[in-house]
């Protein structure tokens, strides 16, 4: 199983990013996937997830009505719509995915089994 984060880059403070994770060797179908991010020095932090056959969400609050998490089951990829970017959500974000996730557990990274190799995020002042 391979997921391959993609769609980072460099933004200003205000502006949007779209992240995509598309899975080699596995489908979504019966997993919750998620995106979590980690600056330099910080650690790895939740960002989102969603719960792929029915679409649950979970959101941090720290980006709770600027990111928004979806999914395509055609394309087998889930997104990351990120609004109004702040300096402070510059990191490398990360996807991951498993089976089986319960809602409470959505944001703890110990319950993702496979993991992306993450797309950096550069928000300029």
């Known amino acids: 199983v391979q997921l391959q984060a993609y769609g980072g880059g460099l933004v200003q403070a205000g502006g949007s990013l779209r992240l995509s994770c598309a899975a080699s060797?596995?489908?979504?179908?019966?997993?919750?996937m998620a995106w979590f991010r980690q600056a330099p020095g910080k650690e790895r932090e939740f960002v989102a997830a969603?719960?792929?056959?029915?679409?649950?969400?979970s959101y941090a609050e720290s980006v709770k009505g600027r990111f928004t998490i979806s999914r395509d089951s055609v394309k087998n990829t889930g997104y990351l719509q990120m609004n109004s970017l702040k300096p402070e959500d510059a990191a490398v974000y990360y996807c991951?995915?498993?089976?089986?996730?319960?809602?409470?557990?959505?944001?703890?990274?110990?319950?993702?089994?496979?993991w992306g190799m993450g797309t950096l995020v550069t928000v300029s002042s």
């Open positions: 991951s995915t498993s089976q089986g996730v319960i809602i409470s557990a959505m944001g703890n990274p110990t319950t993702y089994r496979y």
């Open positions: 060797g596995r489908t979504f179908r019966s997993d919750t």
């Open positions: 969603i719960r792929w056959r029915d679409r649950v969400t």
